[in-house]
């Protein structure tokens, strides 16, 4: 389903498990620890839906949208918040057989400013991640949505080039999933940049499924 952040319940429900699922609980405290470093203010947090310290996917975007604040939103990083960019990843991984449980949801600057980061944002960004990467254990792919997410990856390959190979990830780029993504004037350009998304996610979910074993569907 997508955007199920509408439905009071459910949204009540990821709230109650945000500090308790033990998957979850350390990215949400890691994310109140940011909340307080250098002034730079409200980050959201992520569902429990997903994947968390256990996650096989990190997807990484440009900085959290309006649906992810608490005063306008869910106050989580969910494919499953209340707009179109949201519904577009819910798609594309439902699509590909990869399930919110394996993924976790990021930005490259994980505060909230609804806008693109600068040079100095995207340096504290990617130090933030290469944070990150020191919690997940588990992460194998790496997808990148967005010319932004991929600019501040560079940045934690230069940071931290050891963390990045010593994860042994693969790195997916992508479009960002919003629809302003596929603006321009030539329609062929907007079919070209629709089919390197779809085909990404296809990479991503065949990666996957190689990982598990076919009879049982448990990681190998």
Same mark, same amino acid.
């Given at each position: 389903?997508?955007?199920?952040?509408?439905?009071?319940?459910?949204?009540?429900?990821?709230?109650?498990?945000?500090?308790?699922?033990?998957?979850?609980?350390?990215?949400?405290?890691?994310?109140?620890?940011?909340?307080?470093?250098?002034?730079?203010?409200?980050?959201?947090?992520?569902?429990?839906?997903?994947?968390?310290?256990?996650?096989?996917?990190?997807? *990484?975007?440009?900085?959290?949208?309006?649906?992810?604040?608490?005063?306008?939103?869910?106050?989580?990083?969910?494919?499953?918040?209340?707009?179109?960019?949201?519904?577009?990843?819910?798609?594309?991984?439902?699509?590909?057989?990869?399930?919110?449980?394996?993924?976790?949801?990021?930005?490259?600057?994980?505060?909230?400013?609804?806008?693109?980061?600068?040079?100095?944002?995207?340096?504290?960004?990617?130090?933030?991640?290469?944070?990150?990467?020191?919690?997940?254990?588990?992460?194998?792919?790496?997808?990148?949505?967005?010319?932004?997410?991929?600019?501040?990856?560079?940045?934690?390959?230069?940071?931290?080039?050891?963390?990045?190979?010593?994860?042994?990830?693969?790195?997916?780029?992508?479009?960002?999933?919003?629809?302003?993504?596929?603006?321009?004037?030539?329609?062929?350009?907007?079919?070209?940049?629709?089919?390197?998304?779809?085909?990404?996610?296809?990479? *991503?979910?065949?990666?996957?499924?190689?990982?598990?074993?076919?009879?049982?569907?448990?990681?190998?």
């Amino acid at each position: 389903m997508t955007r199920l952040m509408k439905d009071p319940d459910f949204r009540a429900a990821q709230h109650a498990r945000a500090f308790t699922d033990p998957h979850i609980r350390p990215i949400n405290e890691f994310i109140d620890g940011l909340r307080d470093r250098d002034g730079r203010g409200w980050a959201p947090y992520v569902a429990p839906h997903h994947g968390g310290v256990d996650a096989e996917i990190l997807s *990484i975007l440009r900085d959290p949208g309006p649906r992810t604040h608490f005063e306008k939103g869910s106050g989580f990083l969910s494919v499953e918040n209340d707009d179109v960019t949201a519904e577009r990843q819910c798609t594309l991984f439902a699509d590909n057989g990869i399930p919110s449980r394996v993924v976790l949801p990021w930005n490259g600057y994980p505060w909230y400013i609804n806008a693109a980061p600068d040079k100095e944002q995207s340096r504290a960004g990617a130090r933030v991640i290469g944070e990150l990467l020191h919690q997940l254990t588990s992460v194998r792919i790496v997808l990148l949505q967005g010319n932004d997410a991929q600019r501040i990856w560079d940045l934690v390959v230069e940071e931290e080039p050891d963390i990045v190979s010593a994860a042994g990830v693969s790195v997916h780029k992508t479009i960002h999933p919003s629809p302003q993504a596929l603006f321009h004037r030539d329609p062929e350009v907007r079919s070209t940049r629709r089919k390197k998304q779809e085909d990404t996610y296809a990479e *991503i979910g065949a990666l996957l499924a190689s990982h598990r074993d076919p009879t049982t569907g448990i990681e190998g």
